[in-house]
């Protein structure tokens, strides 16, 4: 078994991110189940699956190769990748097997690729800035503005009274938001970080004038991203990360007037110094000839036809089998054909899926496929695949 997996290289927060399969069986293979996930890689004890999408499910797929595409739309409120705090996302294919030693066992294949998720622009990026005037406990600082670039200098107007020393501390807050009350402790245990002092400036000349403090060249903006799953199986999750700003103000009384110090804070904003630039993936289009990315999987629009559907059941397992002939109408052999059936139960309950893979279906060909369940159902479903993407749902009412 051979598995070959091509997705982006970067991903902006928001856009559809196209990942290709390929999947070669050297013998016939029994599968449980095979799709891609995007899982985020991150020190919260725990992965989290962002999304993922179905590959195939459980049944048979002859020796061949079978290729697909598929796209998976990525939240915007996703965090994107940090690696100052050790956030990375990794694109897995996985199949899960009964493993050939012991059938009551599974084992899992999988393939890895990293991908890099870029923010679309800055939450703040659009936002008007506004002047900061402040008088508090004897002082009265002015500041022209409240939103700053990377390499900025920030200019603070004073004046004070009864002061001894003043001073301005600029003060950078981070951390990841790690929830996970299925698991507890598991993904709860993100230590809570002090601040980081990235400026300093002060002063004893206290009565007026004004004080400069550069931003680093390298300041990482502002933000808040705070993303929830839909599913189920993972609500009580929470996953997010911030970068929040502000200056300090310190200043230290003089002895006849009580000597105390006085300290409070003044949010500010960073920007990028210039909005995301757009991700070219004309290079990813390129290694992969002959495969249409982007593109809705075209339809089959005739040619496929479901011949005849058998009905039997076996009293000693209460089983229905369905067997189906289906042939190949069209003029082109169809390769890596996938095959899923599933059934409507009273017009409401769907069952399980099974699926039979092809390597190739000749023109003109017919091929028997049989599915088995325990309910008696009203409505068959089946969907065809093959590896030129086309694709096909006919339902039977029976």
Known sequence: MKLSLVNDD?????????????????????????????ISKNPCKRDLIITKSELFNQGTFEPGEYIRNRSQLINPKVVPTIPARNIHYLVKMTLRIKSPLNSQKEIEIFKENPIKILPKGNMFQNRTPTPIKLIMSGMNIEISKD????????????????????????????????????????????????????????????????????????????????????????????FGDYSK????????????????????????????QKEQEIVDNSLFREREEGLELFEPPPAIKKGMNIISIDINKDTSSSTFIYKLRIKNNLKDTLNGVTIENSGIQQGLFETYKHMMGFNTWLPGEEKSIEYKTRQEIDTLISTIETNSQKQIRIQTIL
């Open 10 to 38: 970067n991903i902006i927060l928001g856009d559809y991110l196209s990942v290709i399969t390929k999947i070669f069986f050297e013998e016939t293979t029994d599968i449980l189940w095979g799709g891609i996930k995007l």
């Open 245 to 272: 700003w502000f200056l300090e103000i310190i200043g230290n009384r003089k002895r006849e007037v009580g000597g105390d110090t006085i300290s409070f804070e003044i949010p500010i904003i960073v920007i990028p």
């Open 147 to 238: 939103i700053f670039k990377p390499g900025e200098t920030i200019k603070i107007d004073y004046k004070t009274d009864n002061l001894t020393l003043f001073q301005i501390r600029l003060k950078q807050k981070t951390n990841l938001i790690c929830i996970c009350e299925p698991f507890g402790e598991q993904c709860g245990s993100i230590e809570e970080l002090p601040p980081v002092i990235a400026g300093v400036a002060k002063t004893s000349k206290t009565d007026q004038g004004f004080l400069l403090i550069k931003l680093p060249n390298h300041a990482e903006p502002s933000h808040e991203y705070l993303w929830e799953p839909q599913e189920k199986d993972q609500w009580g999750i929470k």
